[in-house]
Each structure stands twice: as C-alpha cells, then as structure tokens.
Nanobody, 124 residues
Framework: QVQLVESGGGLVQAGGSLRLSCAAS????????MAWFRQAPLKEREFVAAITYSGRTTVYADSVKGRFTISKDIAKNTVYLQMNGLKSEDTADYYC?????????????????WGQGTQVTVSS
C-alpha cells in the first residue's frame, strides 16, 4: 500500500534540463531504495538511477552518468531526478520505483512499487 506519483515531465530542446519528482505515500517503513527507470517506444524498460534511503549512496546507468543526478528529500519522502544536457535518445516515459529492501538494485523485477510515469520528450 505504497503510492508513487511522478511529475515534472514535458517537452524540452536538446541540451536543456528537466527536474522530475516522485512523491511516495502510504505505509511507513515500506520504502527504502528508490529508483528511476525509463521506457522508450518499442523498447524495454531500462534502469536510470537509484538512491538509498539516506540519500548518501547512488548508482547510475552509464548512459546518464555525468548528466543526471538523483537526490531525495527524506522529510518529504520525495525523490528527484535532475536531468541536464538532455539528448533526443533520452525521450521516454520515466517511472519512479521503490522497494522495502536497502540494496541499490538495477533490475525491473527488483522493485515492488511503481508510479504511473511521466513523459519526457527531447526535441532536436
């Protein structure tokens, strides 16, 4: 009984920036590791970034290293994805994921809770 709601998606030109937000609510102590995934049309959902409950440890997919930053506000139970230097290949639906486990997981099936997604379109 955890709800995740993403926001912040939209249309941006190549080289621009967007900041996505994911607000978690529901059962306390059911959300530890949180992550962002994305899914482009006709492609599999892929891992983007993950963050521990404390926010002190993060992991990124190679495709976004140096451009994206995942962070969180523990008090607000909200995770963010700051996306800079956006490229056309970043166009996708972005999904927030969470799990009670404390590992920095990269697999789609490792997460028990998912948001509805927010669309990011990067134009060239």
């Amino acid at each position: 009984q955890v709800q995740l709601v993403e926001s912040g998606g939209g249309l941006v030109q190549a080289g621009g920036s967007l900041r996505l937000s994911c607000a978690a609510s529901g059962r306390p102590f059911s959300v530890n590791t949180m992550a962002w995934f994305r899914q482009a049309p006709l492609k599999e959902r892929e891992f983007v970034a993950a963050i521990t409950y404390s926010g002190r440890t993060t992991v990124y997919a190679d495709s976004v290293k140096g451009r994206f930053t995942i962070s969180k506000d523990i008090a607000k139970n909200t995770v963010y994805l700051q996306m800079n230097g956006l490229k056309s290949e970043d166009t996708a639906d972005y999904y927030c994921a969470a799990d009670a486990r404390t590992l920095l997981m990269r697999g789609r099936t490792d997460y028990g809770y998912w948001g509805q997604g927010t669309q990011v379109t990067v134009s060239s």
